[in-house]
Nanobody, 121 residues
Framework: VQLQASGGGLVQTGGSLRLSCAASGSMLRIYAKGWYRQAPGKQRELVAAISSGGTTNYADSVKGRFTVSRDNTKNTVDLSMNSLQPEDTADYYC????????????????WGQGTQVTVSS
């Protein structure tokens, strides 16, 4: 079982990026998934979570700017990020778990490597 995140990069303030996370392992198709971020010197925090049925939750700091979506046939979960701000700069990670609550509470079982997002001012 693997999760592979991609799509990070350097963008100016106000710009957009789309992150994608590809999962291997058929059981992950129905798992809850989440996107997290960790800035230098800070704790990892949840950005957005999506249940197997498509229910979503977002951190207050990204509501209205970020959108999480999933494609169960492709076994992917994406994070569309708009109106990016310098404070969004971080390494972004995807994760998956059978439990939506565990994803929301940063207790997901499966984690991918990070993809770096840098927002310049």
């Amino acid at each position: 079982v693997q999760l592979q995140a991609s799509g990070g990069g350097l963008v100016q303030t106000g710009g957009s990026l789309r992150l994608s996370c590809a999962a291997s392992g058929s059981m992950l198709r129905i798992y809850a998934k989440g996107w997290y971020r960790q800035a230098p010197g800070k704790q990892r925090e949840l950005v957005a979570a999506i249940s197997s049925g498509g229910t979503t939750n977002y951190a207050d700091s990204v509501k209205g700017r970020f959108t999480v979506s999933r494609d169960n046939t492709k076994n992917t979960v994406d994070l569309s990020m708009n109106s990016l701000q310098p404070e969004d700069t971080a390494d972004y990670y995807c994760a998956a778990d059978r439990s939506f609550e565990d994803v929301w509470r940063l207790r997901a079982h499966y984690w991918g490597q990070g993809t770096q997002v840098t927002v310049s001012s």
